[in-house]
């Protein structure tokens, strides 16, 4: 099955704690993307990836850190410094031609 | 900045009856829009996929609708079902996508 997988679907950590979410795409897709989604709000992008190896910052990376060293995968940790870590997080991947972003299944993360 | 608005917000329609879920951006430079369907705790499906040259996109009984120059797009959903009931978004593609809010449909049987 082709798709995106993200992991685990819900994580638990404590505070000051710096954790990580899986995402993995065999879509072979260049593009992946980090977004966040909060109750009532649309998503909001925190990292994008366009090649392997690369990556910027969205509109919300304080508190966050990626790596891209596989083009299939896209992990997202989210650091002690992340004062509001408490959310939905949605990883996507896209193609170049016509920038359609899939989702994954999402990871709930709560903090405590 | 892109801003994307969503209105209205909820929307509460008895079985049978058509659909009309409204998108606003403010910058018309933009690639393409796309129109998901997200269910409680999931990830979003994509609907629909508008590129920017297109004026309307159909599946089944969606149909999306584009109007660069008034910066507005409508989704319509012909003869809704309890199964219809989501939140729908819409995402405008400006090299990266901006998200609206959201519609949060509820389909009565």
């Known amino acids: 099955d082709g798709g995106i997988t993200q992991s685990p679907k819900y994580l638990f950590r404590k505070e000051g704690q710096n954790v990580t979410l899986s995402c993995e795409q065999n879509?072979?897709?260049?593009?992946m993307y980090w977004y966040r989604q909060d109750p009532g709000q649309g998503l909001r992008l925190i990292y994008y990836?366009?090649?392997?190896?690369?990556?910027q910052k969205g509109d919300i990376a304080e508190g966050y850190s990626v790596s891209r060293e596989k083009k299939e995968s896209f992990p997202l940790t989210v650091t002690s410094a992340q004062k509001n870590p408490t959310a939905f997080y949605l990883c996507?991947?896209?193609?170049?031609?016509?920038?359609?972003?899939?989702f994954g299944p999402g990871t709930r993360l709560t903090v405590t | 900045k892109q801003e994307v608005t969503q209105i209205p917000a909820a929307l509460s329609v008895p079985e049978g009856e058509n659909l009309v879920l409204n998108c606003s951006f403010t910058?018309?430079?933009?690639?393409?829009l796309q129109w998901f369907r997200q269910d409680p705790g999931k990830g979003l499906t994509s609907l629909l996929l508008?590129?920017?040259?297109?004026r309307e996109q159909t599946s089944g009984r969606l149909n999306a609708s584009l109007d660069k120059s008034s910066g507005r797009s409508t989704l319509y959903i012909a003869a809704s079902q309890p199964g219809d009931s989501a939140t729908y978004l819409c995402?405008?593609?400006?090299?990266?996508?901006?998200f609206g809010a959201g519609t949060t449909v509820t389909v009565r049987a």
């Open positions: 996507a991947s896209g193609t170049g031609d016509s920038y359609e972003q899939y």
């Open positions: 879509l072979n897709h260049d593009a």
């Open positions: 990836s366009q090649i392997v190896n690369d990556f």
């Open positions: 910058d018309s430079a933009i690639y393409n």
């Open positions: 508008i590129q920017s040259s297109q």
């Open positions: 995402a405008v593609n400006d090299y990266k996508l901006s």
